[in-house]
């Protein structure tokens, strides 16, 4: 019995996807231009596609899971469950206009031609906000369709915003903020579900462990309980006497951003030798 599980073939999602299975210990030889291919240390079976399929095969069951981007999962409207945020592919689908129009506000689109590959997500946004406009359905280079005259405005994905910019764009609404997500089917079969739970777990591991640090430092011992006082920890800090006398070494569990925020503070407070160090999983 395996777990069947779909992912972008080529594309922004492609890498990120082989990684996070990697990173699971999930080891598959993907040879260059083969659709389908096996782990070889977990019961996985990879199917590589079009991310635009994925939802559908997921809800056939022809795939159990998928990795897809959020808003590919909201266009398509097939019944999936979203089990897992993965924190790749992080964009927003975002409304554009002209640089020159001089845009108000949202009633500014009504009565417009709006290019978009989300017909979908982009007539709930417009409905929702009381705006009648024509759209128009295109599978990409949609950032074109304003500077040939097939539209007033677009609405595509955006992460840096580059390519709006370098096609005379500015970014006016954000309709959608959306990343990579693990999604599955309504109706695994135990066996399956049983896989999915083990592969949940891993990634859960690998997730909480990717902002979070392993931090060493010395510490004069009648500093101790002000410096432990700094640090968070799993339960608490661990304590290790030094072989020089009057000195512990203390290791602590914190997340990234933590660190910046009290690493002037534990200086201040005698902390010396400070050690950052990644922490590859993470169970708690
Ligand atoms: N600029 C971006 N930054 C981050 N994530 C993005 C960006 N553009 C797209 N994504 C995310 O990655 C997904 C795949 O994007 P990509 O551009 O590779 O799709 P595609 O061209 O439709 O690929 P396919 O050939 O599989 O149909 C998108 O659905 C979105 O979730
Ligand atoms: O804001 P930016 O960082 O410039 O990213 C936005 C671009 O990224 C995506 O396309 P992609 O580059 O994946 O190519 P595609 O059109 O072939 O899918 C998206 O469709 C935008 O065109
Ligand atoms: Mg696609």
New binding site residues.
Partial sequence: MKLKIAIQKS??LHEDSIKLLKECGIDINNGVNKLKTEASNFPLEVFFLRDDDIPQYIEDGVADIGIVGENVVLEKQKQVNIVQKLGFGK?RLSMAVEKSFDYTGIQDLHNKRIAT?YPVIVGDFLKSNGISAEIHEIS????IAPGIGLADAIC???????????NGLKEVETVLKSEAVLAACHDLQPAQQQLLDKLLFRIQAVRKAKNTKYILLNAPNDKLTEIIGLLPGMKSPTVLPLAEAGWSSVHSVLSENEFWDIIESLKAAGAQGILVVPIEKMVI
């Fill in positions: 594309g922004r964009c590959s990409g280079s949609v950032e595509d994905l955006v992460s840096s915003g580059s390519t709006l910019f370098m």
